[in-house]
């Protein structure tokens, strides 16, 4: 099993539509939780951290199952600039490594 | 402004050839990593260090080398013995407050012709 699994997609969406994309996580003893938005040949960028309790940012919410070890992203009202890559990214345990899923590809389009 | 930079964004070299890309971050960041990334696949971890003079191995270190001498930099060195050496290279750091959250620079595209 890989340590941090995701759909890779493409999600082809149209505008407006509502997304959501899972990831879960194998190492049990994982504490941070992010995902990044990495648009075509430029760096990754954080999204938000994802926290227990669940946390939103406008259109994007985030969820944390540690039972399940399963995070998901929700993106309302797509918008044709969401078009990116998703990355589901998860700390390696006690170190400083995290560890990045291979990301969702998200398509909106007009 | 704070941020980190890397240099060059392209770089081409003949095959056979060491070549380092350059990593500086001016937010007096702790932790610095070393990244992979190619076509279609996730990003792979090379080296990384958490204090200056002290580098442990990522996943992919073989035919890589780096330094940690200053806690701004961290230049990563492509040797001749990396196999597939072409790749997009992202270097990245972490603060002590940040929980982990790690901040990019732009990138270097590395082409071995």
């Known amino acids: 099993r890989k340590e941090v699994e995701q759909d890779p997609g493409p999600f082809n969406v149209p505008e407006g539509a509502t997304v959501a994309f899972n990831c879960t996580y194998s190492?049990?003893?994982?504490?941070?939780f992010f995902w990044y938005r990495q648009d075509c040949r430029k760096e990754p960028k954080l999204l938000m951290s994802?926290?227990?309790?669940?946390n939103e940012d406008g259109r994007f919410t985030a969820q944390l199952n540690r039972a399940s070890q399963y995070i998901s992203l929700l993106i309302r009202d797509s918008k044709l600039s969401d078009s990116a890559t998703y990355l589901c990214?998860?700390?390696?345990?006690?170190?400083?490594?995290?560890?990045w899923g291979l990301g969702t590809s998200l398509g909106v389009n007009p | 402004d704070g941020g980190i930079t890397q240099s060059p964004k392209y770089l081409f070299r003949k095959e056979g050839q060491n070549v380092t890309l350059s990593c500086e971050q001016n937010l007096n960041h702790d932790a610095m990593y070393w990244y992979r990334q190619d076509p279609g696949q996730g990003l792979r971890l090379i080296y990384y260090s958490q204090i200056v003079n002290d580098f442990q191995k990522g996943d992919i270190a073989e035919g890589y080398s780096v330094s940690r001498e200053k806690k701004e930099s961290f230049p990563l060195t492509v040797t001749s013995a990396q196999k597939n050496p072409t790749a997009f290279y992202l270097c990245?750091?972490?603060?002590?407050?940040?929980?982990?959250?790690?901040?990019f620079g732009p990138g270097t595209r590395l082409t071995v012709l």
């Open positions: 994802v926290y227990s309790s669940g």
């Open positions: 990214v998860v700390n390696a345990g006690n170190n400083r490594k995290l560890i």
């Open positions: 990245a750091s972490t603060g002590t407050e940040d929980f982990n959250e790690q901040f």
């Open positions: 190492n049990s003893a994982s504490q941070s």
